[in-house]
């Protein structure tokens, strides 16, 4: 679904209706919002617990570090490093 807004004054954006309906947004919702150099992005974050989240982001980073191939080593001394 496209549509054309307008930035207000404050520099806000209202959603369209159609897109807060089709996402099924509500009040208190949270969004994560990321920019590029000529496009916005404005994606729902799933409400899940603490645990849902950080085993969903342990997740992401373990895929990371194996296409990286970051191994145990390269993370103990990225610590070490840290901690000087």
């Given at each position: 679904?496209?549509?054309?807004?307008?930035?207000d004054?404050?520099?806000?954006?209202?959603?369209?209706?159609?897109?807060?309906?089709?996402?099924?947004?509500?009040?208190?919702?949270?969004?994560?919002?990321?920019?590029?150099?000529?496009?916005?992005?404005?994606?729902?974050?799933?409400?899940?617990?603490?645990?849902?989240?950080?085993?969903?982001?342990?997740?992401?980073?373990?895929?990371?570090?194996?296409?990286?191939?970051?191994?145990?080593a390269?993370?103990?001394?990225?610590?070490a490093?840290?901690?000087?």
């Amino acid at each position: 679904m496209e549509q054309i807004i307008k930035i207000d004054s404050a520099g806000e954006i209202n959603l369209p209706q159609g897109i807060v309906a089709s996402l099924d947004l509500h009040e208190e919702d949270r969004l994560m919002v990321t920019s590029g150099p000529d496009a916005i992005v404005i994606k729902k974050i799933s409400a899940g617990t603490l645990e849902e989240r950080f085993r969903s982001l342990a997740e992401r980073v373990g895929r990371q570090f194996e296409e990286r191939h970051v191994t145990e080593a390269n993370v103990d001394e990225a610590v070490a490093w840290s901690r000087k």
